[in-house]
């Protein structure tokens, strides 16, 4: 599989910088490639959810202003215009105004320097990942029984949510490697199916034995006995460890806690967010109603029912049995760990 964003310098006018990027909109039907060249196309894409997943959206923050670093050459106002534009479209997973902010920080070394700088973002992201999938497939083992795990994971922290490889799907990857994957149960991820859509997909490729289940009966499958352990990723993760993630991520915490059931959070350190305080500080993204009422233009609801419909929500760290991220670990109400050290 291609990076799922990626950087194409073009050569010339007539086929200028633009990002790439593996439409998710479009999977498991059709894998795809769209070639977003300007702004505005690459903030519709964000918004629409070609690409999503906070480390996905880190990269594409970068390159949105790498972007504009080609298309207004000497014009640094634009430029950090056009950068707060991509920042501010997506609130919660932080990881995209902190790809932002990185890139914009060489723009004073010219449009070239900006470029590396994303690409540089892109570059680091695997390593990053197959760091922190080994560190959270040791705390996984270390929880688990000592036979193959039969793990359940929520909406999709996998490939397609990074540049490449993934950080709860990592672990799960880390971990078949080691022949310690019994199964993995994915929740189907309502509204937008990102579980059903892309996690099964990869899990497909991945050639992991899994299945799928409505997101209803994640708490019964706890309670029968069929899950060692839930493991996820994250859109940012407060200073005290409470975690932002996809819509569903606290019910599934609670009835855990109700089981006896472990919940491993598995992300960079791009997520955390020593600046916010708690989960009560972290802005939830509220998306369109319609998004709720129906999927892939089937209507399933009388048309104007009123919804409520957050992206996400916030599991306090007393429910988790560890965040792990490349360098560092939440566990027990406390940072532990070489990176814990310079927050
Ligand atoms: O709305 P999405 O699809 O961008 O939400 C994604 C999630 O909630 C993921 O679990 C999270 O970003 C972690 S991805 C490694």
Not at 295 to 301: E, K, L, P, S
Request: charged share 25%.
């Amino acid at each position: 599989m291609a990076r799922t964003v990626d950087w194409d310098e073009g050569d010339g006018p007539d086929r200028a910088a633009a990002v790439l990027a593996i439409d998710q909109r479009a999977l498991p039907g059709e894998y795809r490639v769209r070639r977003l060249a300007s702004v505005d196309t690459l903030i519709d894409a964000i918004a629409d959810l070609t690409i999503r997943g906070a480390p996905a959206l880190g990269a594409t923050g970068a390159l949105g202003v790498a972007l504009a670093a080609r298309r207004h050459p000497g014009d640094p106002d634009t430029v950090r215009a056009e950068a707060e534009r991509v920042a501010a479209v997506r609130p919660t997973a932080v990881n995209l105004r902190r790809g932002v902010e990185r890139a914009l920080a060489r723009l004073d070394d010219g449009a070239d320097a900006v470029v590396a700088e994303a690409c540089a973002v892109l570059d680091e992201d695997e390593a990053t990942n197959r760091r922190l999938g080994t560190r959270a497939a040791d705390v996984l083992t270390a929880l688990g029984p000592d036979c193959p795990l039969r793990l359940l994971t929520h909406c999709n922290a996998g490939a397609l949510a990074t540049v490449t490889w993934g950080t709860a799907l990592g672990a799960v990857r880390e971990l078949a490697e080691r022949g310690r994957v019994a199964e993995v149960l994915a929740c189907e991820t309502r509204p937008l199916l990102q579980g059903a859509r892309l996690t099964v997909w990869e899990l497909r490729e991945m050639g992991v034995a899994h299945r799928l289940l409505v997101d209803g009966a994640a708490a019964s499958a706890m309670a029968r006995g069929l899950v060692d352990a839930v493991v996820v990723g994250a859109d940012r993760i407060a200073a005290n460890g409470d975690v932002a993630n996809k819509i569903g991520t606290y019910a599934l915490a609670c009835a855990a806690a109700q089981h006896g059931v472990p919940v491993v959070v598995v992300a960079p350190e791009a997520t955390v967010d020593r600046t916010t305080a708690s989960g009560a500080d972290i802005v939830i993204e509220e998306r369109a109603a319609d998004e709720v009422r129906g999927f892939a233009g089937v209507v399933t609801a009388p048309p104007d029912t009123p919804v409520y419909n957050p992206a996400f929500d916030v599991t306090p760290a007393a429910l988790l049995a560890a965040v792990v991220t490349e360098g560092s670990t939440f566990r027990g109400g406390a940072w532990a760990g070489e990176k814990a050290l310079s927050r």
